[in-house]
């Protein structure tokens, strides 16, 4: 039978109290610690251990029966053994093997900077199309929309002219802007 307290605990951190969780977690560690000693899974460090543990943790409290007469730490014990079971069945199946060891994205950041494409970024022939279209534009605007253009451009904007010539300098903007888009499209 539990003590009062404990089963408290458990009730607690089925309802998802912090406090109670943490509580729990430190009571029950050594179960934790003794299975990391026991149990070795390849490509999870002792940070991912410990956040399986806490999952298995939280789910055996949501499923923990006091009337069934079995003690938290055993059904605890036996569903963190199950799961860690799970973990290493799963990472030694031969069809789910990596063709390369699995590497940290932060421990090889230059190499994957220089082979990861950015799909945010665009493409040489698309800069070289929106250059000679913004190189028309320019050639085809008034000195208004010209000064509005670079206005715009520029790293202090409008901000500091006067409301009446912000009004100017954006429909000038905006004449650019319609300008451009009938150039592109």
Not at 4 to 25: C, G, S, Y
Not at 156 to 183: M, S, T, V, W
């Amino acid at each position: 039978m539990l003590p009062n307290n404990r089963l408290e605990l458990i009730r607690q951190t089925a309802k998802r109290n912090e406090e109670a969780f943490a509580q729990l977690f430190h009571q029950y560690y050594p179960i934790v610690r003794k299975y990391k000693r026991q149990y070795y899974i390849n490509g999870y460090d002792k940070d991912d251990l410990d956040q399986e543990a806490r999952m298995v943790l939280f789910r055996s409290a949501c499923r923990f029966e006091a009337a069934r007469k079995v003690s938290f730490g055993t059904f605890f014990s036996h569903n963190l053994r199950n799961r860690l079971f799970d973990l290493i069945r799963t990472n030694n199946a031969q069809k789910r093997v990596p063709v390369e060891p699995l590497t940290s994205f932060e421990a090889n950041e230059y190499f994957y900077a220089a082979k990861i494409a950015d799909n945010s970024a665009s493409s040489p022939i698309d800069a070289v199309i929106v250059d000679d279209a913004l190189r028309k534009l320019y050639s085809s605007c008034s000195p208004l929309e010209k000064r509005a253009f670079n206005l715009m451009l520029s790293e202090n904007g409008y901000a500091d002219l006067d409301p009446k010539a912000q009004r100017g300098i954006i429909n000038a903007f905006e004449r650019c802007r319609r300008k451009f888009d009938g150039e592109i499209n």
